[in-house]
């Protein structure tokens, strides 16, 4: 009496993959990742977008508390200190200007917030340093506006998401230049065509870039983005404004 081991070594022998089959599998394979992985990556989008507007509403919020303990004026987009101060990153800063940045962070106490995640291989990452950069810019219209002067608050930004590696007055690229925001090709829609935007009630929402009307005369830098010269019309995101009489 054989064993059923003994039986299976004497009966017929198993019958491999062959080519074709292992070329078909593998063929499935990537037809499934080609198609998943697009997938994921909009996911992992969609998760830094609303990390994005996380940071974009704590912002927002560090706006009203510092306008609230400065007799109802925003916060200006830069002024000239007075003696040495303490940097976010704890370094002593003597000259130059004290950013916007600077004046949020006793509000924040978190570098990390004033960073979108989406930022990529843009190098003007901030960190708490006096780079005159970052991945957000404030609204230069609104920016040092009284509360009062606000009569459209729903519809006038103090940040958005801006091109970090920009230069201002024309030319090429370079990094720490769009920490104010008042050109429309500043602007990055960096979230699957999108952009975050923080406004001065308090809410935050993401818009696409050609839904961005700029009020008053553009001064266009970047020619070749679409649509950089466009003015309002009516029904459009008001975004520039702070409606000052």
Same mark, same amino acid.
């Given at each position: ?112 917030? @004033?960073?979108? =995640? !989406?930022?990529?291989?843009? #190098?003007? $990452?901030? /960190? %708490? ?5 970052? &991945? ?83 001064? @266009?830098?970047? =020619? !070749?983005?679409?649509?950089? #010269?466009? $003015?309002? /019309? %009516? ?5 520039? &404004?702070?409606?000052?009489?």
């Amino acid at each position: 009496m054989h064993s059923s081991r003994s039986l299976h070594r004497s009966g017929r022998p198993r019958k491999a993959f062959t080519l074709i089959e292992l070329l078909v599998v593998i063929a499935i394979i990537a037809i499934l990742a080609a198609i998943l992985f697009p997938v994921f990556a909009r996911a992992r989008e969609a998760a830094r977008a609303s990390s994005c507007r996380s940071n974009l509403k704590q912002m927002g919020t560090a706006w009203s508390l510092y306008t609230q303990d400065y007799d109802e004026l925003s916060p200006r987009s830069n002024i000239s200190p007075v003696g040495p101060y303490t940097l976010p990153n704890g370094a002593t800063h003597s000259a130059g200007v004290l950013l916007w940045h600077t004046m949020l962070h006793p509000y924040l106490k978190n570098v990390g917030v @004033v960073d979108c =995640p !989406s930022g990529g291989g843009e #190098s003007s $990452k901030y /960190t %708490g340093n006096y780079t005159g950069g970052g &991945r957000y810019g404030q609204n230069a219209v609104s920016a040092g506006a009284a509360l009062a002067q606000y009569s459209r608050p729903a519809e006038t930004s103090i940040y958005a998401d801006v091109r970090s590696n920009y230069h201002k007055g024309g030319g090429a690229d370079i990094a720490g230049c769009c920490y104010t925001l008042d050109r429309w090709d500043e602007l990055a829609d960096r979230h699957s065509d999108t952009l975050n935007v923080a406004y001065a009630d308090g809410h935050v929402k993401s818009i696409k870039k050609r839904n961005v009307a700029f009020e008053g005369t553009p001064s @266009v830098v970047a =020619p !070749s983005d679409e649509m950089a #010269s466009r $003015k309002t /019309t %009516g029904g459009e995101d008001i975004f520039w &404004r702070a409606d000052v009489p």
